[in-house]
């Protein structure tokens, strides 16, 4: 697995990835996300939202089908990015309840209300917080 900047992505990649993928806004992963390459193919993406000074906001975060399997390692490989960018807190708005799951496990905190998002989406689904240290 290999985290790519997505505006340093191969073109023809992307826009393989996009094509099949019509949820995922493009023009704000190429300014400030990630393509998650696997064997050579682009299996996933996300965007790391900076909310205020060392708070951001992991939006956008898909994957395949066939790159399901690889979603734990993917968000401990995101938290290793917040960490490296110095992130104080990370938020993720989640609509699946085995996201939740995982996001629990790998001790993000759920959240009663949203506090630093301000243009967040209103449909259902929970906030969780991640402390990074």
Same mark, same amino acid.
């Given at each position: 697995?290999?985290?790519?900047?997505? #505006?340093?992505?191969?073109?023809?990649?992307?826009? %393989? $990835?996009?094509?099949? #993928?019509?949820?995922?806004?493009?023009?704000?992963?190429?300014?400030? /996300?990630?393509?998650?390459?696997?064997?050579?193919?682009?299996?996933?993406?996300?965007?790391?939202?900076?909310?205020?000074?060392?708070?951001?906001?992991?939006?956008?975060?898909?994957?395949?089908? %066939?790159?399901? /399997?690889?979603?734990?390692?993917?968000?401990?490989?995101?938290?290793?990015?917040?960490?490296?960018?110095?992130?104080?807190?990370? $938020?993720?708005?989640?609509?699946?309840?085995?996201?939740?799951?995982?996001?629990?496990?790998?001790? $993000?905190?759920?959240?009663?209300? #949203?506090? $630093?998002?301000?243009?967040?989406?209103?449909?259902?689904?929970?906030?969780?917080?991640? %402390?990074?240290?």
């Amino acid at each position: 697995m290999e985290l790519i900047a997505a #505006n340093r992505a191969s073109e023809e990649k992307l826009e %393989n $990835f996009l094509e099949d #993928n019509k949820d995922v806004e493009k023009e704000l992963l190429l300014e400030k /996300g990630y393509v998650v390459e696997i064997e050579g193919t682009i299996e996933g993406c996300f965007v790391m939202d900076t909310v205020e000074d060392g708070i951001y906001w992991l939006k956008q975060l898909y994957v395949t089908k %066939n790159a399901a /399997g690889s979603l734990p390692v993917l968000l401990e490989t995101i938290l290793a990015l917040a960490k490296k960018k110095e992130a104080k807190q990370v $938020f993720v708005h989640s609509h699946q309840p085995m996201v939740d799951v995982l996001l629990e496990a790998l001790q $993000f905190y759920p959240q009663k209300e #949203n506090k $630093f998002v301000h243009d967040a989406p209103v449909e259902k689904g929970n906030w969780w917080t991640y %402390n990074v240290s």
